[in-house]
């Protein structure tokens, strides 16, 4: 069966404009590969301004449409190949600013989705029986009807919204996202690994980095988490985490050319041919290039002070603790020699991402460093932001 293309209008922002989501849905032909099918859930660039899961999606879409023309579709697929439209017109002084909204103060794109779990558990109380594909027919009955009822009630909303009711019912969601100057990783609950090895493994991913609860809403937890907090709520029956769900960082806002994305997309293509999505031999798993870690071992460096950053060190060096990262540089000391403060890990492991941009605030990221041994000072909110 051909795709079908859905257009989701959200609420005009200004008079005389307009904005929609697209929606790609690739479905199996039922005749030929029965009902019971898998659904996945793709989406790009909900951060407006990391491009490259844009291009992945352009190449991805290709390649889905080929699939659908030699009827190798074998699973619902939804494509959204541009997940942030309202993030894509933030422009200023040239630059596309698309991590924050900017008409009302809405935060970081990427945080405070909407607890699922706190949405559906009081209609399920009474409903779930000893059968567990039952019980998971039920919850997600419940999450699309929940999130029917809501009114949204600002344009924000409205995206939110409309992208949440496409992935909570899916049963692999990737949020193709990027970091600044950074190798790809992952992040994941870890009741999903190593189950997302696959995952991990086709997109030769460097870091793979496990928190159940990172403190800031994301996207992936909005639909991977519920299903943890339903089984807590509910001991007495089965309720199974069928919900893998991933932020997909494909490497550094510069990291878009045709050749890589062209190789991501095929990546992701294999991945939903293992996961019965496609159909067809994806060929034998590749190697993994890295273990999982948790989350709380990463350290995010932080600067102490405003100042030029030089970098000691490059995305994929390995460090101990102590080593130099980078100094600070402070233009308004008047003596050099006081200009200097030295930023050192506190963990051994691998410089995962630094930035591109370098003048810093304090309190702005500098550096990812994944370590293996959880940090004392990592708890709670995980984030950068
Ligand atoms: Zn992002």
Not at 174 to 198: R, S, V
Not at 270 to 286: C, E, H, K, M, T
Request: glycine letters at 6%; charged letters at 25%.
């Amino acid at each position: 069966m051909p795709r079908r293309t859905h257009a989701v209008p959200l609420p005009s922002p200004a008079a005389g404009t307009r904005q929609q989501l697209l929606l790609h849905r690739f479905a199996p032909d039922e005749a030929r590969h029965g009902g019971g099918h898998p659904k996945a859930y793709i989406q790009a660039s909900l951060h407006a301004d990391e491009t490259p899961g844009l291009l992945v999606a352009h190449h991805l879409l290709r390649l889905l449409d080929d699939a659908a023309t030699r009827g190798d579709v074998t699973g619902e697929i939804v494509l959204v190949p541009y997940a942030n439209p309202i993030g894509l017109a933030q422009f200023f002084d040239q630059r596309l600013m698309g991590r924050y909204e900017f008409a009302l103060a809405g935060g970081n794109f990427n945080r405070n989705w909407p607890d699922l779990a706190a949405l559906a558990a009081e209609r399920l109380d009474g409903r779930l029986t000893d059968d567990a594909a039952g019980n998971v027919a039920a919850i997600r009955a419940t999450f699309r009807a929940a999130l029917a009822e809501q009114r949204p009630q600002s344009a924000l909303a409205a995206l939110r919204l409309a992208l949440a009711r496409e992935a909570c019912d899916a049963d692999l969601v990737l949020d193709l996202h990027c970091d600044d100057l950074a190798l790809p990783h992952l992040f994941l609950i870890p009741q999903h690994w190593p189950e997302a090895q696959d995952l991990a493994a086709e997109l030769a991913v460097r870091a793979v980095l496990l928190a159940e609860d990172s403190g800031g809403a994301s996207f992936d937890e909005a639909f991977s988490t519920p299903w943890l907090r339903l089984a807590r709520r509910y001991p007495d029956v089965p309720i199974p985490p069928v919900c893998l769900a991933a932020t997909v960082e494909l490497r550094g806002w510069m990291d878009v050319d045709d050749a890589q994305a062209e190789a991501d997309a095929r990546a992701l293509y294999r991945v939903l041919q293992r996961r019965g999505l496609l159909a067809g031999d994806p060929g034998p798993l590749p190697e993994p290039a890295c273990r999982a870690t948790d989350l709380a071992a990463t350290d995010s460096l932080k600067a102490p002070a405003a100042g030029i950053v030089v970098y000691k060190v490059r995305p994929g060096d390995r460090v101990a603790k102590g080593d130099p990262i980078c100094d600070l540089v402070d233009p308004a000391a008047e003596d050099p020699a006081d200009a200097r403060t030295h930023v050192e890990a506190t963990t051994e492991g691998l410089v995962l991402s630094v930035r591109s941009h370098r003048y810093v605030a304090p309190g702005m990221a500098l550096a990812k460093i994944v370590g293996t041994e959880p940090l004392s000072h990592r708890f709670g909110y995980l984030l950068e932001d």
